[in-house]
């Protein structure tokens, strides 16, 4: 079974909207942008400073969300194409009837067992 790719498309649309909090900032468009002052960390500083500062964080958590994410894709391709090469003793694919008849036998047992409890 091949292994999903939800992990790499979180991380790139978290990228796509640290991104665009960046840009929100660096345009001033939210709200509480329009002010001089900030209050900050207990401190009040200027919005200019305010806005350097949180765009250069949102910067950097989107470069580092898009490295996250090539490394998660990457990875779960190479995890997905040894799953998909892997093969028996001869180059032929194993059968899963094997794996399926344990599982049901042990899905019986477990059956027989709740059966027996519940009488």
């Given at each position: 079974?091949?292994?999903?790719?939800?992990?790499?498309?979180?991380?790139?649309?978290?990228?796509?909207?640290?991104?665009?909090?960046?840009?929100?900032?660096?345009?001033?468009?939210?709200p509480f942008?329009?002010?001089?002052?900030?209050?900050?960390?207990?401190?009040?500083?200027?919005?200019?400073?305010?806005?350097?500062?949180?765009?250069?964080?949102?910067?950097?958590?989107?470069?580092?969300?898009?490295?996250?994410?090539?490394?998660?894709?990457?990875?779960?391709?190479?995890?997905?194409?040894?799953?998909?090469?892997?093969?028996?003793?001869?180059?032929?694919?194993?059968?899963?009837?094997?794996?399926?008849?344990?599982r049901l036998?042990?899905?019986?047992?477990?059956?027989?067992?709740?059966y027996h409890?519940?009488?």
């Open positions: 079974m091949k292994r999903p790719l939800l992990v790499p498309i979180a991380l790139f649309l978290c990228s796509s909207s640290a991104f665009l909090l960046d840009a929100l900032f660096r345009a001033r468009v939210l942008l329009h002010a001089e002052t900030i209050l900050s960390r207990g401190r009040e500083i200027s919005t200019q400073e305010f806005v350097r500062l949180m765009s250069k964080d949102f910067d950097i958590a989107g470069v580092l969300t898009i490295a996250l994410g090539l490394t998660a894709l990457l990875t779960l391709l190479a995890a997905n194409r040894q799953r998909s090469g892997k093969r028996g003793a001869k180059g032929i694919r194993r059968p899963h009837s094997e794996i399926g008849i344990r036998e042990s899905n019986l047992k477990f059956e027989e067992m709740i409890l519940c009488i």
